[in-house]
């Protein structure tokens, strides 16, 4: 069992920056691939990033990539998503989700632990 809690989202202006902060609790995250997604109003909900918890580099989608980094603090059990230059079509909720093993997934199906999400919102 993986626990979830996610926090930092907020409104920013378009160019602006934020960071996602997803705590995780649970035993043997090393055996975890952590991922991140976001729904927009009306839309499925689509991947943004993975990554291996004991691994030092992220996948990304093509409308991120470039802009957004994920990371992760061993020592907090905390994972993040530093998102640059945002534009208006980030607003989105953002989640950050927990799925076993170590194939990097980017279908939201797959991922079997999620946090409550959190609202951003980029304004103009």
């Known amino acids: 069992q993986v626990q979830l809690v996610e926090s930092g989202g907020g409104l920013v202006q378009a160019g602006g920056s934020l960071r996602l902060s997803c705590a995780a609790s649970?035993?043997?995250?090393?055996?975890?691939?952590m991922g991140w997604f976001r729904q927009a109003p009306g839309k499925e909900r689509e991947f943004v990033s993975a990554m291996r918890w004991s691994g030092d580099s992220a996948y990304y989608a093509g409308a991120v990539k470039g802009r957004f980094t994920a990371s992760r603090d061993n020592d907090t059990d905390t994972m993040y998503l530093q998102a640059n230059s945002l534009k208006l079509e980030d607003t989105a909720v953002y989640y950050c989700?927990?799925?076993?093993?170590?194939?990097?997934?980017?279908?939201?199906?797959?991922?079997?632990?999620w946090g409550q999400g959190a609202q951003v919102t980029v304004s103009s």
């Open positions: 989700a927990a799925r076993w093993g170590s194939i990097l997934i980017t279908s939201a199906s797959s991922y079997d632990y």
């Open positions: 649970g035993r043997l995250l090393n055996n975890y691939v």
